[in-house]
């Protein structure tokens, strides 16, 4: 399967790079606007067929005007349901289960899972994504394209080269850096932590520094800016640079926000009112974000480049909604903040995994419903190089597939090519437990194939037997009714997939913390497990 995707995507990409050089056509800029654990829910804009109670909170007019000029899709994934795994899948284009960074990564050399009480997690790339010439921007440099890095960066450990977005194939790198969440978001605590925490007690400058304090915005420091506003408006000046230096630029603006620590954003913060100190908080962060890709379109227009501009909107996992969150529509504050999608950030289900994803540009066509393609982020590495006319690395596997052919037929000869392919399979790998609790907040690994998906928990609960989970994701995508025991024919037969995708991959297993030998998995043993 993985060799057929594979090829798929060198036939897209042939085709891209020989249209490219017929047409002697200049590539599009792009501009990747990776948010941070923003949910699918988590706009005005719906995602899915109608809107939700939660799209009907939120205020995102910037996004809507962009999903009006192009396509939401309604089956987008992240790699991963917590940030360094889904951010290092888009730059090298290969999924966590092959590259082993199955984890958020912080110092170097060091296993920040959380402990399992029945399970030891696996070894596992815990300094993260490294320097590589394949990597993507380093791909898009090396053709001619001005690379700049905004915001969060996060695949690399603190210490490690990985952490330096400068040595990972961008020319200009604004407030990136190792940690994954702003000490704070405002200017006048210098985005600092220990600011931030002793607020009154210390002024900004003396304040103890920290792993989490955002680097290299001194010039917004003492001022009321808030922190993707000040990344925004360097983004917007980066921009500028490379539209008068006559070059096509890749734009990779990660804003901080709507990671916490939830505080509220002042412009925004008294425009919802009737909800919680900290929903309302949470809302004026989202409308932040939003201001800022109003900006960074406000600039490409004024520039006379937004017509040449492919933008592509989407967030690096499931929103936040085990901890730290106020209360959702239905009045709990846990776990139903992407409904009707289930639990949320850290979870395999559909919540932890499915984000918002719009895309907008030259040869792409405003679409009114949403796009039921399944797609995942690790698609964005060769989609994007095949929009630049690159081939992919010769010899490199790819997990992802070249999307230009379901985002519009101008751009390949086969339509719809990608939508069309009912045996795609998505993996999904995490044999980790992320901090808090909640619904399938666990080790796990998992599959989406077609409209179905089975997740496999890798604890089995003393039952000494797989615990597997399926469900019908084009009736039900909230998860509320699993089919194993009544469709045992499709679990059986995505198990072996599964098995043999993980096989394919490499991908490592936890152990028993009792030592009593391997977990049951589906089918014979794979490889890399301890």
Not at 101 to 107: E, F, R, S, V
Not at 377 to 406: C, E, K, N, W
Not at 484 to 492: C, I, Q
Request: charged share 20%.
């Amino acid at each position: 399967m993985i060799r057929f995707l594979a090829a798929l995507a060198t036939i897209c990409l042939s085709t891209a790079c020989a249209r490219a050089s017929c047409e002697g056509g200049r590539p599009p800029n792009i501009i990747l606007f990776l948010v941070d654990d923003m949910g699918q829910q988590d706009a005005s804009v719906p995602m899915l067929d109608r809107a939700s109670l939660l799209n009907q909170r939120f205020r995102t007019p910037h996004l809507a005007r962009l999903a009006s000029r192009g396509v939401r899709f309604s089956n987008a994934y992240s790699a991963a349901p917590v940030c360094t795994p889904s951010r290092t899948s888009i730059l090298c284009g290969q999924s966590p289960a092959r590259t082993h960074i199955t984890y958020w990564t912080l110092a170097r050399d060091t296993d920040t899972s959380a402990r399992h009480e029945h399970l030891v997690q696996p070894r596992w790339e815990v300094n993260g994504l490294q320097p590589s010439p394949d990597l993507l921007p380093e791909l898009l440099r090396k053709s001619g394209y001005r690379t700049i890095h905004a915001g969060k960066a996060h695949w690399g450990a603190a210490g490690t080269d990985g952490a330096d977005p400068l040595a990972m194939g961008f020319d200009v790198n604004i407030a990136g850096h190792a940690a994954g969440a702003p000490g704070s978001y405002l200017g006048r605590d210098h985005f600092k932590d220990s600011a931030r925490k002793q607020r009154g007690k210390l002024p900004p400058e003396e304040a103890p520094p920290s792993v989490w304090d955002v680097p290299g915005l001194g010039r917004w420091h003492g001022t009321d800016t808030w922190l993707d506003d000040a990344i925004a408006r360097e983004a917007s000046d980066a921009i500028g640079s490379a539209v008068r230096e006559d070059k096509p630029f890749f734009l990779a603006f990660c804003p901080y926000g709507v990671h916490a620590p939830i505080m509220p954003d002042p412009r925004f913060a008294d425009d919802y009112p009737g909800l919680d100190d900290t929903e309302r908080a949470y809302a004026s962060m989202v409308a932040a974000v939003d201001d800022a890709l109003g900006q960074l379109v406000a600039r490409c227009e004024a520039l006379g480049v937004l017509d040449s501009t492919v933008i592509v909107f989407t967030s690096d996992n499931g929103g936040l909604s085990a901890h730290a969150r106020g209360a959702a529509p239905d009045g709990e504050k846990h776990h139903t903040h992407n409904a009707p999608l289930r639990s949320g950030k850290g979870s395999a289900y559909e919540g932890g995994i499915r984000v918002p994803f719009v895309a907008a540009g030259p040869g792409i066509p405003a679409r009114s419903t949403p796009d039921p393609t399944p797609l995942v982020g690790t698609d964005l590495y060769p989609t994007f190089l095949a929009l630049a006319g690159i081939r992919a690395p010769a010899g490199r596997v790819l997990d992802g597939v070249d999307l230009s052919p379901v985002l519009s037929p101008v751009l390949s000869p086969v339509p719809g090519a990608v939508g069309a392919m009912p045996d795609r399979t998505i993996l999904f790998h995490q044999p980790h437990k992320w901090g808090p609790d909640g619904p399938g907040i666990e080790p796990f690994s998992a599959i989406r194939r077609g409209d179905w998906k089975l997740i496999w928990f890798h604890d089995d609960l003393g039952l000494g037997a797989p615990r597997l989970e399926l469900y019908d994701l084009a009736h039900d995508p909230g998860e509320t009714k699993d089919c194993a025991s009544t469709h045992p024919e499709r679990r059986e037969q995505l198990a072996r997939i599964l098995r043999a995708a993980l096989e394919e991959a490499h991908a490592q297993l936890p152990g028993r913390r009792d030592g009593t030998g391997p977990i049951p998995i589906p089918g014979a043993a794979i490889a890399g497990s301890p």
